[in-house]
């Protein structure tokens, strides 16, 4: 058995409406699981080893619900181009490119080198149609002991030549891909429809017996951008939604993370969360791709799974500091303009972050006890001269104001990960 503690200023949320707090305290990690926050060690744990980070703010890792690990190389291009506009130019060309393993080894050591330095502790990425390319990124990421759910993109209609598979193709090396992670304890496979426009139904049918099989999570797009939604429409008229096309092919349950939902129609939302489906938030993507804002606030009142996602290249930043502070900012925007919902509030937005997102993966992205231990420290010293600000007003100041030379360790299940050199 393994303890230890972590001391330092300590901030999480066990609930979107409000920060725990504890400053100058400690951690309790019993193999690799949460066993508390208290102000000082005593009985058990009073010869603890302490890791003594003593005026630094320590925080749950973040966890990234959607990212595109091929799109890095791209990022913060194509900003003024619309969703499918964007793919046909960007996107669909950049990823073709994957089927050159020797290509997807240099830009994926990018992505990944980006990826261990940031705020990010667990991610749910999406590869290409390329397995061994996919499984190439698979092998870096199990490296860095980042907790993953990787996903070899399914697309056998409605993309470029080099990016269409055949129904038995695409099914075939999803199985290969599958079990090519054998034995992997950091990365996982998940059943990944690139978004029902790319996606038969024969082939639909065959992912969701896939997931089921193998007992996998699945993740892919929903109701993103009006004209993506009309197209579904046109394409499954027999469908009442875009929800219900991923609901009848056995896309849709308690293991599955929808990208986007920003349109989301009443019996839609009725949809997902009687699924136990999550929605990956992706804001800074919705605003460059010109999709609209999704209405959190009412997700998060409604109760809805629901954590947030950077999108890259749709969002031009991996850092996911700067999604919770963007989900701020465009909830204002949605308030401003519609005068529909409030503005989240800066602890929802850290809940969505950690604990939101980490519900996707179990117990994760919070301190309290049962928890696995994610956490990163935080040095905000040299933000400004104030004094006597408590750990929310500090963490506040983190979403908006930290890049990744703030984060000095980064702990996954109790095991450092990352320290600063």
């Excluded at 698979?138 to 399914?154: C, P, R, S, Y």
Aim: some cysteine; hydrophobic content about 35%; charged content about 25%.
């Amino acid at each position: 058995m393994k303890r230890f503690a972590v001391k330092g200023d300590i901030i999480y949320t066990k609930t979107p409406a409000e920060f725990s707090m504890a400053a100058d305290s400690y951690i309790l990690c019993e193999d690799g699981i949460c066993r508390g926050v208290v102000p000082s060690l005593k009985g058990a744990w009073k010869d603890a080893d302490v890791l003594d980070y003593s005026g630094k703010l320590i925080m749950p890792g973040f966890v990234d619900l959607h990212a595109h690990a091929p799109q890095y190389a791209y990022r913060g291009m194509g900003m003024d181009l619309q969703l499918l506009e964007w793919l046909n130019t960007y996107t669909f060309p950049e990823e073709a490119k994957y089927a050159d393993t020797a290509y997807a080894s240099r830009m994926y050591a990018s992505f990944v080198d980006e990826l261990v330095v940031g705020p990010t502790t667990r991610a749910v990425l999406f590869g290409t149609i390329h397995t061994d390319s996919d499984l190439l990124l698979a092998g870096l990421l199990e490296k860095t002991g980042i907790k993953v759910f990787l996903g070899k993109v399914n697309m056998n209609r409605n993309s470029s030549q080099a990016l269409t598979e055949t129904t038995e193709e695409s099914l075939s090396e999803t199985e290969r891909f599958i079990k090519g992670l054998d034995g992997f304890t950091n990365v996982h496979p998940a059943i990944t429809p690139r978004f029902v426009p790319s996606c038969t139904p024969e082939l639909m049918t065959g992912l969701g017996k896939l997931a089921e099989k193998y007992s996998l999570p699945i993740q892919s797009h929903l109701d993103e951008n009006k004209s993506e939604i009309q197209w579904v429409r046109e394409l499954h008229p027999e469908c009442a939604s875009y929800t219900d096309v991923y609901r009848r092919y056995g896309l849709l349950n308690a293991h599955t993370v929808m990208a986007h939902c920003v349109h989301l129609t009443p019996d839609e939302e009725k949809l997902m969360k009687d699924s136990g489906a999550f929605i990956a938030h992706c804001p800074q993507s919705n605003v460059n791709l010109c999709s609209g804002v999704a209405p959190v606030v009412h997700y998060i009142e409604q109760h809805m799974n629901m954590g947030l996602g950077t999108d890259i290249a749709g969002g031009a930043s991996l850092n996911m500091f700067r999604a919770a502070s963007d989900a701020i900012r465009v909830s204002k925007l949605r308030y401003y303009f519609t005068q529909q919902d409030r503005p989240l509030t800066v602890s929802e937005a850290f809940y969505l972050a950690t604990k939101g997102g980490g519900a996707f993966f179990g117990k994760t992205g919070s301190f309290e006890d049962g928890y696995e231990l994610d956490a990163i420290v935080v040095d905000d010293t040299g933000f400004s001269r104030l004094e006597n600000l408590n750990p929310a007003q500090r963490a506040e100041r983190v979403l908006y104001l930290s890049d990744y030379r703030n984060i000095k360790e980064k702990f996954v299940r109790g095991r450092r990960i990352y320290e600063e050199s």
